[in-house]
């Protein structure tokens, strides 16, 4: 690959036909930190987090007061389940179409590695009507910032708080257990540690770097309290007494597991939601973490396994810098092992698509729905299946029969432009000095620009980066 093919494809999302080749690839990239949108039109079109949440509550209200039997009730649950579906797909067309045009092409790529790395997962009924929103209003105005606070917008964020129950977890010796002890006795009222867990195992340190599980639930009783505006337990109608902004971080003191907290050995002596954050802090700027944020950016940018000395220079770079994220991108682009001249990194199904249907020249999605396709591919957007998120390693995405659904998928999208691009010139446009002798032949020969154009798209130097 060429130093432009390179910036294009493994750093970007994709060229499209009238993408001038960048001169300096290098620099090319690193302008796009002035470029850069965090909420461009197509998001901003879609409802804030208030009103989602104000939406959501109004009609799961419904639901719970109809009576047992009554039909209103059974409309109203489907009513609830149409209206999450229909927010779930209006963002992921709006995330294809931010793509589509995106003026910082290789920010886009970052907004997707960073959703991925805080993943939640629209496969739990609660949190789909809020996925799309978690990367607009989480992931996104951060993507540029310091990891700390990236980290602390996600975590705060209703999608990951409803995601790993967090709204649910009450201090065991908080007063508002206590209170409700005295009024019922026989029932428990639980700690949840999936967040705490998520945090420290995925999110920020690693798996196995030296916590316990004791250090896990000493967390989780630092982080009762956090909670979710109108959705979180004792929440009710947004809007009620108490009840804070909906959809919005609220802290509740009541469900806050009084006393210090030791962690890893530090003792946490705040009180309130200031526990949660001082451990916050510390394990955003963590050696471990360091290591574990370095390791995964070096593994999506560069190889499936990331080359020791680019993980040291990339956790050094997060040291030194306290997490400041642009700081750490420019010390990958400036890495030699990210110009390596192979393609060792295979397209995910949503790279995939998102770089065919830019190669294309498409600029909008039209009537297209995005998310049927992407679930056909084998990568239902916001949808991983746990919250350790999708693999970014070809193995999990080069079985042949998701090849075959790619030859499936590219067959319509050329249908749409067959007749318009002749793919012979397009490859040398969107892959500079990759195309191979092979591939050059093989669409040559093609029977039609249609399937030239086909064979352009899952070639493999296309499915590559």
Do not use: C
Request: charged share 25%; glycine share 8%; proline share 8%.
């Amino acid at each position: 690959m060429s130093e432009s093919a390179i910036a294009l494809n493994r750093f970007g999302i994709g060229a499209r036909p009238d993408d001038p080749a960048p001169t300096n690839p290098k620099r090319w990239l690193i302008d796009q930190f002035d470029r850069y949108e965090p909420r461009p039109a197509v998001w901003a079109a879609l409802p804030p987090i208030a009103q989602l949440a104000d939406d959501y509550a109004q009609v799961r209200m419904e639901v719970r007061q109809a009576p047992k039997d009554d039909p209103a009730k059974k409309d109203a649950r489907k009513e609830m389940r149409r209206d999450a579906r229909q927010n779930y797909q209006d963002a992921v067309n709006a995330r294809a179409a931010s793509a589509l045009t995106a003026a910082a092409p290789f920010v886009e790529r970052l907004v997707w590695f960073w959703a991925n790395h805080f993943a939640v997962s629209a496969d739990k009924a609660t949190v789909v009507p809020f996925a799309g929103n978690f990367e607009a209003e989480a992931i996104r105005p951060h993507v540029l910032g310091r990891f700390e606070d990236l980290l602390l917008a996600a975590e705060r964020h209703a999608a990951m708080m409803l995601y790993l129950d967090q709204a649910q977890s009450i201090g065991p010796d908080s007063i508002m257990a206590r209170r409700a002890a005295m009024n019922n006795p026989g029932r428990q009222r639980g700690l949840n540690e999936n967040l705490a867990r998520e945090i420290m195992e995925l999110h920020t340190l690693g798996v196995r770097t030296g916590y316990s599980q004791a250090d896990v639930t000493e967390f989780a009783r630092a982080l009762t309290g956090w909670s979710v505006g109108g959705l979180g337990r004792g929440g009710g109608r947004p809007g009620g007494p108490n009840q804070g902004d909906p959809g919005e971080y609220l802290f509740r003191p009541g469900l806050h597991e009084p006393g210090a907290r030791t962690i890893m050995g530090r003792s946490y002596t705040q009180v309130g939601e200031a526990q949660a954050e001082a451990i916050l802090h510390d394990l955003a700027v963590a050696p471990a973490t360091a290591r574990h944020i370095a390791t995964k950016l070096a593994r999506h940018f560069v190889a499936d396994d990331p080359p020791p000395a680019l993980v040291d220079r990339l956790s050094a770079a997060f040291l030194q810098s306290g997490g400041d994220l642009p700081k750490v991108y420019r010390v990958l682009i400036d890495a030699p092992e990210a110009w390596a001249a192979g393609a060792s990194k295979f397209k995910t199904p949503w790279e995939w698509s998102i770089s065919a249907m830019r190669g294309i020249g498409m600029r909008e999605i039209g009537q297209m729905q995005v998310a049927p396709m992407l679930n056909q591919l084998g990568q239902p957007v916001w949808r991983p299946g746990s919250p350790a998120g999708f693999d970014d390693v070809a193995a999990s995405w080069a079985a042949p029969d998701a090849l075959v659904r790619r030859v499936e998928v590219a067959q319509r999208f050329a249908q749409r432009v067959g007749d318009r691009l002749d793919a012979r010139k397009l490859g040398a446009t969107l892959m500079p000095g990759t195309i191979a002798p092979a591939t050059e032949q093989a669409i040559g020969r093609a029977e039609s620009p249609v399937t030239g154009l086909a064979l352009l798209l899952v070639s493999p130097e296309f499915q590559r980066r």
